[in-house]
């Protein structure tokens, strides 16, 4: 599993051009899965998320975590966190988790966060715009097999 993780002011996602869901201060996550993940995989993700310090306290340091600060979550599913461009300049996506499996691990993910931190979505599949105002920038890579 594997999550880039963006400290924004703003995101939202848009489909069609129907706004979907949108979040003030927090985090966005694009989140993808590969064969072999599973809610171990989960939730050593959400434990990570839940509490990297990356936001400032009131002496301008990175200290607080998103729970700290009250902040919200906008998901989106990403398979293409698993490209494979070793050979050629098209990627291969072999790597992503079968469309039903990933889904099932997404909405689970989803479900999870939610208990902790109030959680958005995009739509799984779905041709996104993901809007973002990335906050320092601050993005980090999480992988679940990197422990």
């Not at 990356?54 to 919200?72: R, Y």
């Not at 293409?80 to 499996?101: I, Q, V």
Request: proline fraction near 2%; hydrophobic fraction near 40%; charge should be neutral.
């Amino acid at each position: 599993m594997r999550v880039v993780l963006q400290r924004c002011k703003h995101a939202s996602c848009t489909v069609d051009k129907k706004l979907i869901s949108e979040i003030d201060h927090g985090l966005t996550l694009l989140v993808g899965f590969t064969e072999n993940d599973s809610e171990k995989d989960i939730d050593a993700i959400i434990n990570k998320i839940i509490h990297l310090r990356i936001f400032t306290d009131e002496n301008g340091l990175m200290n607080k975590s998103v729970l700290e600060t009250n902040g919200s979550i906008l998901s989106i599913s990403q398979f293409t966190l698993f490209a494979d461009t070793k050979k050629g300049n098209r990627p291969s996506f072999a790597r992503a988790l079968k469309r039903e499996e990933a889904e099932l691990l997404y909405q689970k993910f989803n479900q999870k966060l939610n208990e902790w931190i109030p959680t958005k979505t995009g739509i799984f599949g779905a041709d996104m715009l993901i809007q973002l105002e990335n906050d320092g920038p601050v993005t980090i890579l999480l992988d679940s097999k990197e422990k």
